[in-house]
T-cell receptor, first 117, second 116 residues
Framework: GAVVSQHPSWVICKSGTSVKIECRSL??????MFWYRQFPKQSLMLMAT?????????EQGVEKDKFLINHASLTLSTLTVTSAHPEDSSFYIC?????????????FGDGTRLSIL | GQQLNQSPQSMFIQEGEDVSMNCTSS?????WLWYKQDPGEGPVLLIA?????ELTSNGRLTAQFGITRKDSFLNISASIPSDVGIYFC????????????????FGQGTILTVHP
């Protein structure tokens, strides 16, 4: 159980385009999903907390207009990197926690490698 | 953002050796988690700890939640080549943290290399 699917796994696109990444909880409902960014040989840094039916909560220093988050259902959250530039190239990972629990751990997707040319 | 202090940063060991890594924090956490990440993939949960002093095993892995709730360690016994990867500790904020509830704070990671 507790499978989180992330799509696409790898994206290469030109500078200036927008890229959407999907995060789905396949066998459980998640009122809260989390989006992380990871640079090579570094740890995961939380970007934002995605709440179903409400606005996302962004960490300090993360531009909400740059990284648009939509959490329209209990099983899907999307992250859109708008007008992407080479410095946005990174490994983006989502995680989700089971809706009906106070102590269940987060389960992670397999990540999306984003490369902006 | 805040990070946990995880050590060592890297380890090079021979197959069959035991491994130990730990994390410390200036903050109290309700839950400690240990994840393993392979290259190009997301972290996979190894062990979750929910009570101070708790000692939990998962096969060759053993982890403990420190009594002060500010530290945790992970031991791997009789290492094998497939143990290679990056190990992360993570602390989960308490319910009393309000909007921070459920957020994870990660350690810097321990890169494990196992020589056959």
């Amino acid at each position: 159980g507790a499978v989180v699917s992330q799509h696409p796994s790898w994206v290469i696109c030109k500078s200036g385009t927008s890229v959407k990444i999907e995060c789905r909880s396949l066998d459980f409902q998640a009122t809260t999903m989390f989006w992380y960014r990871q640079f090579p040989k570094q740890s995961l840094m939380l970007m934002a907390t995605s709440n179903e039916g409400s606005k996302a909560t962004y960490e300090q220093g993360v531009e909400k207009d740059k990284f648009l988050i939509n959490h329209a259902s209990l099983t899907l959250s999307t992250l859109t990197v708008t007008s992407a530039h080479p410095e946005d190239s990174s490994f983006y990972i989502c995680s989700a926690r089971d809706f009906d629990s106070s102590n269940q751990p987060q389960h992670f997707g397999d990540g999306t490698r984003l490369s902006i040319l | 953002g805040q990070q946990l202090n995880q050590s060592p940063q890297s380890m090079f060991i021979q197959e069959g050796e035991d491994v130990s890594m730990n994390c410390t924090s200036s903050s109290i956490f309700n839950t400690w988690l240990w994840y393993k990440q392979d290259p190009g993939e997301g972290p996979v949960l190894l062990i979750a700890l929910y009570k101070a002093g708790e000692l939990t095993s998962n096969g060759r892995l053993t982890a403990q939640f420190g009594i002060t709730r500010k530290d945790s360690f992970l031991n791997i016994s009789a290492s094998i080549p497939s143990d290679v990867g990056i190990y992360f500790c993570a602390g989960q904020a308490s319910r009393a943290g309000g909007t921070s509830y459920g957020k994870l704070t990660f350690g810097q990671g321990t890169i494990l290399t196992v020589h056959p």
